[in-house]
């Protein structure tokens, strides 16, 4: 099993409460009913305010490999991550378990 767990930093100036970001967040939260590949899917908006704490985050998990590469390469996916992108940085982690 591959863990993938990507954390969100809205830009400067971006709010969580604007529609395009709440585009995004509806957008991630319907992954998992739309990607075969992902054996777990769960996401959501940090909760804390700890200057080191990011602000969305997806925890999910595929089989292995080529599951996450269909998942990565899947077009639901695609779609909902250049939504991020005008608004938000992340980083990743990908790791077996």
Known sequence: MIRHLVLFQLNEGVSRD????????????????KIPELTHWECGWN????????????NSAVADR????????????QAAAAQWRAFATWVIADYEF
């Open 47 to 58: 909760i804390t305010d700890r200057p080191i704490a990011r602000d969305f985050a997806i």
């Open 66 to 77: 080529e599951a996450l590469t269909r998942y990565i390469e899947h077009p639901a996916h």
């Open 18 to 33: 604007e529609p395009r970001v709440q585009d995004a967040a509806r957008a991630f939260r319907e992954l998992g009913d």
